[in-house]
């Protein structure tokens, strides 16, 4: 990561963007130096989760830059795609929702939406195990755009839902549609109790969807990015307050829980330091459970040659804390391997995925196909 904010093109002052990148650099570089100056204690597990989480949004956002995509217009989504992954196979996830997100933008032209983004004969050859970040992406461009032009939340709504339904593959809609949730909470709070109506309205899965978006975005909102040393993810806590009704709250608690497992998998350390802060409120329901379940799930089918979930399976919570190994092994050990089995069956199942649901109800699916 270093390395690529070495090789970040020239500031230009006059370009937004480039300001964008160089304070985004800027800050994963300070968080690394903290890191090697700083003694093992829980400080410097909170600065690991924020570096993780950083290196998640870096790549994500400057996508762009990170792959030299300015200097290569007439590149195709799948020749990116494969330019991405050059960075091996943890990072190119990141950097393949940010392809989704950058591509989308591409062609959102003067207030025109896209048509057909990721369903047209254009993109047939893509790789499988692209499309849920792809969609995600998408998702999360189609809600930023519609946000900006359509501030009224029924039509917000109607509009938005059309454009995930002209623009994704079917088995993949719901990773667009959640996306909604985390640009709301990022960039139009006061529209949350609207939009909570309208897609409950709806159906209860819209209404799931987008809660769990909220979730995710909690995780990744400015104010929870800085590492805090005595409490540290105060955002869970957000997630059991803001929504008024049950669905809200699993779907928020959930999709926090998914944003925290996939940026912080390769160090557990950082998930068994949440679990001993929260491990009253997490003893209340399965909603952590079911978020890390359905992350590794969906990572086992985005990065199918990554040994992270296997490695997050096999650790030895006892060499850190051994007053953890309950709490370790009812909300991680257990659906880890629940996700490990349920590798394979997971293309199925991906719209279910984006949504509280006991992992229980999820395998019982499986089995009964």
Same mark, same amino acid.
């Given at each position: ?10 500031? +230009?002052?006059?370009?937004?963007? @480039? ?38 949004? *870096? ?11 300015? @200097? ?75 946000? +900006? ?59 799931? *969807? ?8 909690? *995780? ?43 940026? +912080? ?24 459970? +079911? ?64 949504? *509280? ?13």
């Amino acid at each position: 990561m270093a390395d690529l904010i070495r090789n970040l093109f020239p500031l +230009n002052p006059f370009d937004p963007s @480039s300001m964008v990148r160089a304070f985004w650099g800027a800050m994963l570089q300070s968080i690394e130096i903290l890191q090697s100056v700083t003694p093992e204690s829980n400080a410097l597990i909170a600065i690991k989760e924020c570096r993780n989480k950083l290196q998640a949004f *870096y790549l994500f956002q400057c996508v762009d830059s990170v792959l030299d995509l300015v @200097s290569r217009p007439n590149l195709t989504l799948s020749q990116m795609i494969g330019m991405a992954a050059t960075l091996g196979p943890f990072f190119s996830v990141w950097a393949t929702e940010g392809l989704g997100h950058y591509y989308t933008r591409l062609h959102t032209r003067d207030g025109q939406f896209p048509q057909r983004l990721l369903c047209s004969a254009d993109v047939t050859d893509l790789p499988p195990r692209s499309l849920v970040p792809l969609h995600t992406g998408m998702g999360l461009a189609l809600a930023e755009s519609a946000l +900006n032009q359509l501030p009224d939340a029924g039509t917000l709504a109607d509009r938005f839902l059309e454009l995930c339904r002209l623009n994704a593959l079917p088995e993949y809609l719901s990773c667009a549609i959640e996306a909604m949730g985390l640009v709301a909470r990022n960039l139009r709070p006061d529209l949350i109790a609207q939009l909570d109506q309208e897609f409950g309205r709806r159906n209860e899965e819209l209404q799931a *969807y987008f809660w769990h978006g909220v979730g995710r975005g909690i *995780y990744f909102m400015l104010v929870n990015f800085l590492p805090c040393w005595s409490a540290p993810w105060p955002g869970y806590e957000m997630c059991t307050q803001e929504p008024a009704h049950s669905l809200g709250r699993l779907n928020a608690a959930s999709g926090f829980a998914w944003a925290l497992t996939l940026v +912080n998998m390769r160090e557990p350390e950082i998930v068994a330091a949440f679990l001993k802060r929260h491990q009253a409120r997490l003893a209340n329901d399965d909603a952590f459970a +079911n978020g890390l379940f359905s992350a590794l799930v969906i990572w086992l089918e985005s990065a199918p040659h990554d040994s992270s979930v296997p490695a997050f399976c096999a650790y030895n919570i006892e060499q850190l804390d051994p007053s953890l190994l309950p709490l370790w092994d009812r909300y991680v050990r257990q659906p880890a391997q629940e996700a490990l089995r349920f590798r394979g069956r997971s293309s199925k199942a991906i719209n279910d995925l984006f949504r *509280y649901q006991p992992a229980a109800c999820l395998l019982r699916q499986q089995n009964n196909d």
